[in-house]
């Protein structure tokens, strides 16, 4: 098993839509959990965070935790053809000293 | 800031040769990640340093691979001899802790 499964997609949402991004992660001990958007042929930059239980919002962003499940989602609302890119799903384990383990990732298309 | 800055940004190499990738992190950052990426394994991990020091190898795929960290600013990561399964984008990353990680853009390393 995967220490952190995503879908590979593609996922495809049309303009205006909501896209819902999933992932996974297999060690309890995980306690930091990070969303990183990644366009073709660029590097991964950071979108959101979250390390509590519950929802956090940040503009057209929100990230999912549900620790009990091991899930980790990220809807992206309004979608725009610029939110086209991978989604990389990343975990920090407690004590594991600012280790991310990251998921293959999702490509997600907005079409118009 | 400049932002983590990778050299090259492209290189291409005959098989046996050494290649070096450079690094320059983000100041004030005391962490640094390597990472290499391909389409079949996506984002992993190499190795990373805090305050310098070498923390965690385990990533390393063998021992033609080694990275160091002589000063705060500067790391490199040696492939000695390459061979055309290290072909792939090594990114280097730096931290200013947890678990929020600003990516350079990246070596594409090609080895023929």
């Known amino acids: 098993q995967k220490e952190v499964e995503q879908n590979s997609g593609p996922l495809s949402v049309p303009e205006g839509a909501i896209a819902s991004l999933n992932c996974t992660y297999s060690?309890?001990?995980?306690?930091?959990f990070f969303w990183y958007r990644q366009y073709s042929g660029k590097s991964p930059e950071l979108i959101m965070f979250?390390?509590?239980?519950g929802d956090k919002e940040d503009g057209r962003f929100t990230a999912q935790l549900n620790k009990a499940s091991q899930y980790v989602s990220l809807l992206i609302r309004d979608s725009q053809p610029s939110d086209s890119a991978t989604y990389l799903c990343?975990?920090?384990?407690?004590?594991?000293?600012?280790?991310?383990?990251f998921g293959t990732g999702t490509q997600l298309k907005v079409e118009l | 800031d400049a932002g983590v800055i990778q050299s090259p940004r492209h290189e291409v190499t005959e098989m046996g040769q050494e290649v070096t990738l450079r690094c320059k992190p983000i100041?004030?950052?005391?962490?640094l990640f390597w990472y290499r990426q391909t389409m079949m394994r996506g984002l992993e991990l190499l190795i990373y340093?805090?305050?310098?020091?070498?923390?965690?190898d385990s990533g390393m795929p063998e021992d033609r691979f080694s990275a160091k960290m002589p000063n705060a600013s500067f790391s490199t990561l040696k492939i000695q001899p390459s061979e055309p399964r290290d072909s792939a984008v090594y990114f280097c990353?730096?931290?200013?802790?947890?678990?929020?990680?600003?990516f350079g853009q990246g070596t594409r390393l090609t080895v023929v």
């Open positions: 340093f805090n305050n310098n020091v070498p923390i965690d």
């Open positions: 990343a975990v920090n384990r407690a004590g594991g000293g600012n280790k991310l383990t």
């Open positions: 979250i390390y509590s239980n």
């Open positions: 060690d309890r001990g995980s306690q930091s």
């Open positions: 100041s004030g950052h005391d962490y």
């Open positions: 990353a730096s931290s200013p802790g947890g678990g929020i990680a600003f």
